[in-house]
């Protein structure tokens, strides 16, 4: 069962340009992790998010938690072709379990 | 630094062996995890383990088993490897997130399996 949709699936852009990545469910988590992941690595921890409407920054990276835990974005702002990955949301709940969403492909042009 | 590792980093093996994939963590963390990632399936939970002789399926664990014999080594064994099978392997562990509510888990590098 796929509890967490992201869109859009792939995404091609300028360097310069501005994007945003959505992640949504109907299920609640008491918390939500952003990875990014580069090809034939794992993915790397960028952020966590726990409170309901928690906004959080990292450099041109901006992560939004929805009001109700069940969604969350993240914005990048000027992209750079290091920006270049696989963008991967996922929702973990009290119990220990994490659940992840199917991941947004992103490819920044020089 | 606290780290986590996966070997053989790359595998190739054949139809009905056995194969065992190694994940170690320096974490000390609790919880410990095993995925597949497939295109168009995004990581998918194979096993997972939250402490010592303590061993859950997940969701595509037909074929694979783990076992927890302290906590730093979390193996994944293919009783019999099958061509569904070939795919990246990754090992993730994670701490209880306590009264803070962070949950976070932390991935190796992945191992390569292809099944000939």
């Known amino acids: 069962t796929q509890l967490l949709e992201q869109s859009p699936q792939f995404l091609s852009i300028q360097e310069g340009e501005n994007l945003t990545v959505y992640c949504n469910s109907s299920s609640v988590f008491s918390s939500l992790q952003w990875y990014r992941q580069e090809p034939g690595e794992g993915p790397v921890l960028l952020v966590t998010?726990?409170?309901?409407?928690e906004v959080k920054k990292l450099k041109r990276l901006t992560f939004q938690f929805g009001d109700a835990r069940k969604d969350s974005s993240l914005h990048i702002t000027a992209a750079q072709p290091g920006d270049t990955g696989l963008y991967l949301c996922?929702?973990?709940?009290?119990?220990?379990?994490?659940?992840f969403g199917t991941g947004t492909s992103l490819t920044v042009i020089p | 630094d606290a780290e986590i590792t996966q070997s053989p980093r790359h595998k190739i093996t054949e139809t009905g062996r056995q194969v065992t994939l190694a994940c170690h963590q320096t974490w000390n963390h609790n919880n410990m995890f095993w995925y597949r990632q497939d295109l168009g399936h995004g990581l998918r939970l194979i096993h997972y383990s939250y402490g010592v002789q303590d061993t859950n399926k997940g969701e595509v664990s037909d074929g694979y088993s783990v076992s927890r014999s302290n906590t730093e080594d979390l193996p994944l064994t293919l009783e019999s490897a099958a061509s569904s099978q070939t795919s990246v392997y990754f090992c993730?562990?994670?701490?209880?997130?306590?009264?803070?509510?962070?949950?976070?888990?932390?991935f190796g590098p992945g191992t390569r399996l292809t099944v000939l």
């Open positions: 998010v726990v409170t309901g409407g």
């Open positions: 996922a929702g973990a709940n009290t119990g220990n379990q994490f659940y």
């Open positions: 993730a562990s994670s701490e209880s997130p306590g009264t803070s509510g962070r949950n976070e888990q932390f």
